[in-house]
């Protein structure tokens, strides 16, 4: 079954850096683009980044341009996403998602995890 499981939130001041990581498991994850999206309070779900199989293309909204890095290391199954020059705005539970085709036609997913918390303080 898949498993994804989120890592590295925590409570930072604005202008902090994190990266979190996405432990993956029970499909073959070098085949699949994968994302992060987050959650705001009181907000529902917006995309943030992309990454392909071979990590050749990156996806991001324009939000989080020039100061997220999305990553992947497929022999450890484990996503990233470093996050630099955090701001209060960037607040939110974040999940990373697998695509549901390994050649999907849009920013589509079908399995996410839990999520972890990244608290941006001002």
């Known amino acids: 079954q898949v498993r994804l499981v989120e890592s590295g939130g925590a409570l930072v001041q604005a202008g902090g850096s994190l990266r979190l990581s996405c432990a993956a498991s029970?499909?073959?994850?070098?085949?699949?683009?994968m994302y992060w999206v987050r959650q705001a309070p009181g907000k529902g779900l917006e995309w943030v980044s992309g990454?392909?199989?071979?990590?050749?293309?990156?996806t991001y909204t324009d939000s989080v341009k020039g100061r997220f890095t999305i990553s992947r290391d497929n022999y450890k199954n484990t996503l990233y996403l470093q996050m630099n020059s955090l701001k209060p705005e960037d607040t939110a539970v974040y999940y990373c998602?697998?695509?549901?085709?390994?050649?999907?036609?849009?920013?589509?997913?079908?399995?996410w995890g839990q999520g972890t918390q990244v608290t941006v303080s001002s």
């Open positions: 998602a697998k695509a549901g085709e390994v050649h999907p036609e849009a920013n589509e997913y079908d399995y």
């Open positions: 029970g499909f073959t994850f070098s085949s699949y683009w």
């Open positions: 990454i392909n199989d071979d990590s050749y293309s990156r």
